[in-house]
Structures are given as C-alpha cells and as structure tokens.
C-alpha cells in the first residue's frame, strides 16, 4: 500500500465529495466542502488528499475562521471535515491527514486549529478541551467534544468561534 498525502486538484473533486458521502452516509460534509471552495477565504493547500495507489482514500479539509472576544477577536483555523473511505478506515489513514494537515497549517503561518469531534480520538494529536482556553461555540456540543491546539502559546484566547454560513447549511 502507497500512501500518499497531497493537495487536492480539481480533478479530485468528484472523489472528494464521494468519499466525504460515503464516509458520513449523508451528502451534508460533501456538499459543505463545493461551497466552502468557492468561499473567498478558502485555502487551496489546506485541502488535502490520501491517495493510494493512484486512487484518493481520505480527505481532510482545513478552514479559516473568526474567533469574537471582548477585544474584537483573532483568526484559528478549523479541521473540518475528515472522512476516510469506510473499507479504509482504521487502518491509520485519518491519522496521517491529520499529522500532515496539522504540518501544513502550521507551515503557512497558522498558529491554532479547532475541531468538533471525537473526544478520544483528537487528544492523541495534541488537541486539548477548548474550554481550557474558554473558547466557545454558538450553539449546544459537549465540552469534550470542541478541542484545540496552539502552535504559539497565547494565541488562543477566550471567545467564541464564528462558524460561516456554510457550516450552518451543512447541519
């Protein structure tokens, strides 16, 4: 098995969505994807694919958002969504665009991502509880479930996350 961890191109598209729809039973995660590119603050490089054996496997979006505070508020990135093809899953995949994701949203200059998500997988990558750092979200998750991590210490500060219209569209 080669493994191989990239960009996506614009020839991956089809198989982006597909693997996003498969790996969600629903089209939510895939259609959120097609709108976030066309999102002026879309980050090509942070759209990464697995490929393997010339097929792509996984994917992992990284996107910019707003953090509010008292202070008017500051730029985190946020992971999401990961999907891993369901014959392929388990097998460290997920992992890997998630240890490259993080390499490359820190080599641009990024110095925090948060993730909603599973509180006993996100940890063993350095993700910690948001509310150490009191940073919220606007509507109902578990403390657990809404994690962080700093590449430069301080950068995160209390607030709340402002998620674009295109997260909402995708619930």
């Not at 994807?33 to 097929?55: M, T």
Request: glycine share 8%; with cysteine; proline share 8%.
């Amino acid at each position: 098995m080669q493994l191989t961890i990239r960009p996506e191109t614009k020839q991956d598209y089809s198989a982006i969505k597909k693997v996003n729809d498969l790996a969600f039973k629903q089209e939510n995660e895939g259609t959120l994807i097609e709108k976030l590119r066309i999102n002026p603050e879309y980050i090509p490089e942070l759209s990464l694919v697995a490929e393997i054996d010339g097929a792509v496997r996984g994917h992992i979006l990284f996107f910019p958002l707003h953090v509010n505070t008292d202070k008017g508020g500051y730029q985190t990135i946020s992971l999401a969504p990961m999907a891993v093809y369901p014959d392929w899953q388990r097998k460290g995949i997920g992992g890997q665009l998630i240890r490259e994701g993080l390499l490359k949203v820190e080599e641009l200059g990024h110095k925090s991502v948060v993730v909603v998500g599973h509180p006993e997988y996100y940890p063993r990558f350095g993700f910690r509880r948001a509310s150490e750092w009191n940073v919220k979200v606007p509507f109902p998750c578990p403390d657990e479930a809404l994690m962080a991590i700093e590449f430069e210490k301080g950068n995160l500060k209390p607030g709340v996350i402002k998620f674009t219209p295109e997260y909402f569209d995708a619930l």
